[in-house]
């Protein structure tokens, strides 16, 4: 009986303590958008890199979505990502590093501060 007592306090301390760090990951609702093509109109890449650093509106639901996480998730290494969403941020900072890096020291200054 005591073991079984004890064996049951372990289990409750175990789920509690995974419970408290147990991170909320991001929505998956864009995981499987086309973020190179994008990426690759210069466009939308403008549009969404306007919103993303507050100088232009943002002006879809996926844009805000955006907003909202993309730079937390570059500042926290993808903490809070989906295995996909890592994929996502890999992708982002690689391009920019190789199409736009003015745009990236942008984004990585708005991060610093954070």
């Not at 760090?21 to 990426?39: F, G, H, P, R, W």
């Not at 890449?45 to 805000?64: F, L, W």
């Amino acid at each position: 009986m005591a073991r079984l007592i004890v064996s049951l306090i372990v289990v409750t301390i175990s789920v509690a303590i995974l419970c408290i760090y147990a991170e909320e990951l991001y929505s998956d609702k864009y995981d499987n958008t086309d973020v190179m093509s994008i990426l690759n109109n210069q466009t939308l890449q403008e549009q969404y890199y306007n919103c993303v650093i507050d100088a232009g509106p943002c002006t879809t639901d996926i844009q805000k979505f955006a907003k909202e996480h993309i730079l937390e998730a570059i500042q926290t290494n993808c903490k809070k990502c989906t295995e996909k969403q890592k994929q996502i941020v890999t992708m982002i900072k690689d391009w920019y590093e190789k199409n736009k890096p003015d745009q990236w020291h942008v984004i990585l200054s708005i991060v610093t501060k954070m």
